[in-house]
């Protein structure tokens, strides 16, 4: 009743205003739920209501004569409309011919363009397809250890999915019951390889995946290669950014060694929203330096010593890692579509659980640790304009016999002032290296993101549809104690702008301006 009472009082305005017009849409929403649809949404399976439509098709339709349609429609086809449809039917067949004869004929210069530049997946037969990354990819990186990159990458995937038989009298079934739809199995294999114009040596990487239950997320991947890699890793700087940042400004913030590995993960969802991951890791590692300075601009290149270290940060010595990482989001929404479980939206937090453990086979030298973390993160709808998100992580080494640098506990950055990272785990003023952790850490995100918060309620502005956000980030390590707050504006997911000020250990250190552009994740240049 309050709903409908609301609407009517904001129907009754002259003029609405468009956080008028989202609060009657999401009033209306309200308003229009049925008892059934309330009841519906106590399942975690999301259905749409054409989802359990069953489709029964006459298994006589196709042997009716002529005169059974003459009775059953009595208003006959116009010349023009028996005209279109014969032309209809022709155009189709003409295509279909094409198709199957050859399924490069036809092209566009600007298709063949962007095959040729952007790369392409063929068709190998009904489940076979091959790829390869394009003339874009065919020089992916530069830095100063390795010079250009010069090579390509190719992918082969192999689709098994088994379809599930009609019903009788040709019975079809839409359904999002899992038992009612295609098992979706695939194996893709990817290799890679590039040779390097100022180190004169190869680099090159071999992907494996089988994922062989789409409901439960189940994958085996297998993977190795002889490649140069941040000592940062997952969490170092966007390669792609950095090769332009190095070629044009010398600002080679990535700082790299060789790493020739081996690795077999296994994935599964083991209940819903519960998934589990298993590691396990080989890997050599020695130390590079830099073999060419070539910029466009700028003073000669740092070398490549991360910060605080003046000489090699490691010893050339071997590691096995094994991992186990738990991640857990309760009453985790989802849908099936087409054989695939979907997960959609949870109104409760993610927390995660991660084990590795550094086992020392063999040399002295080789690495020996423990490390344990947890986190939890949630993004709270608090209305239909505001949204808060807030994520705690923590870890402790409780043992660290033999701990390198790329075993340290290594935080998100932007020292380029450009990243690829989301803004909401991301410290935009600190230095990459310097603040990576070798005995335990605390780290806190905060933001507050409206519709409506400064910029909005200019009215001219209103009509735009970007959205405003207050940051707050805080780190701690043993002897520091780091935190900064800023403001931005950009587009959820797309990309954001924004300005922080930092303060360590209490004190002012920096103010800066940073550029966040996630879907830059996909143009990665090492291909992992």
């Known amino acids: 009743m309050k709903a409908r009472k609301k609407l009517e009082e904001l129907a009754a305005k002259e003029e609405l205003t468009t956080r008028d017009a989202y609060r009657m849409a999401q009033l209306m929403q309200d308003a229009a739920e049925t008892p059934e649809i309330k009841e519906k949404r106590k399942s975690l399976q999301l259905q749409s209501w054409d989802s359990t439509v069953r489709i029964t098709r006459d298994s006589l339709i196709l042997l009716r004569d002529t005169n059974y349609w003459k009775k059953i429609r009595t208003q006959p086809l116009q010349t023009d409309e028996i005209l279109s449809y014969r032309w209809k039917d022709s155009l189709k067949n003409e295509i279909r011919k094409e198709t199957q004869s050859d399924s490069l004929k036809g092209r566009t210069f600007g298709k063949w363009m962007s095959a040729l530049l952007m790369g392409e997946k063929i068709k190998l ?56 739809l295609p098992l979706h199995r695939s194996f893709t294999f990817s290799p890679e390889i590039y040779y390097t114009t100022a180190r004169k040596a190869l680099v090159w990487q071999v992907n494996a995946a089988f994922r062989y239950d789409p409901i439960r997320h189940g994958e085996l991947e297998l993977s190795g290669g002889d490649i140069t890699e941040d000592y940062a890793g997952k969490n170092g700087t966007n390669r792609l950014i950095n090769s332009f940042a190095s070629l044009l400004f010398a600002a080679n913030r990535a700082k790299l060694y060789r790493m020739r590995f081996a690795d077999v993960t296994h994935r599964i969802d083991v209940a819903n929203g519960l998934r589990l991951s298993a590691t396990m890791h080989y890997e050599q590692r020695s130390t590079l330096e830099n073999h060419t300075s070539y910029r466009i601009f700028g003073e000669a290149p740092h070398s490549n010593l991360p910060h605080g270290y003046t000489s090699a940060p490691m010893p050339d010595h071997t590691v096995w890692i094994a991992g186990i990482q738990l991640r857990y989001t309760p009453r985790y929404y989802y849908r099936i579509q087409e054989g695939r479980k979907i997960y959609a939206y949870s109104n409760y937090p993610t927390f995660s659980f991660h084990y590795r453990q550094g086992i020392p086979f063999g040399d002295r030298q080789n690495a020996s640790f423990t490390m344990l973390s947890a986190s939890v993160m949630q993004t709270v ?139 830059l994740q996909w143009l990665k240049s090492d291909g992992r």
């Open 125 to 180: 037969g009904k489940h076979a397809r091959v790829g390869y990354g394009g003339l874009l990819r065919a020089v992916p990186e530069y830095n100063f250890v390795d010079g250009f990159w010069i090579g390509q990458r190719l992918t082969f995937e192999i689709d098994f999915t088994r379809k599930k038989p009609k019903g009788a009298s040709g019975e079809v079934v839409i359904s999002s019951s899992s038992d009612d």
């Open 381 to 519: 709808k608090l209305n239909l304009f505001n949204r808060f998100f807030y994520g705690v992580d923590a870890g402790i080494f409780p043992s660290a016999n033999r701990l390198y640098l790329p075993d340290f506990k290594h935080f998100i950055t932007s020292e380029l002032h450009v990243t690829d990272r989301p803004m909401q785990t991301a410290f935009n003023l600190i230095d990459h290296y310097r603040y990576a952790a070798n005995d335990k850490w605390l780290q806190g995100h905060l933001m507050f993101s409206s519709d409506y918060l400064l910029l909005k309620h200019i009215r001219f502005m209103q009509n735009y549809l970007f959205d405003e956000a207050l940051h707050v980030h805080s780190l701690w390590i043993p002897g520091r104690n780091y935190s900064e707050a800023g403001y931005s504006v950009g587009f959820s997911g797309l990309g954001r702008i924004g300005v922080f000020a930092g303060f360590n250990n209490g004190r002012y250190d920096a103010i800066g301006l940073t550029v966040s552009f996630p879907p």
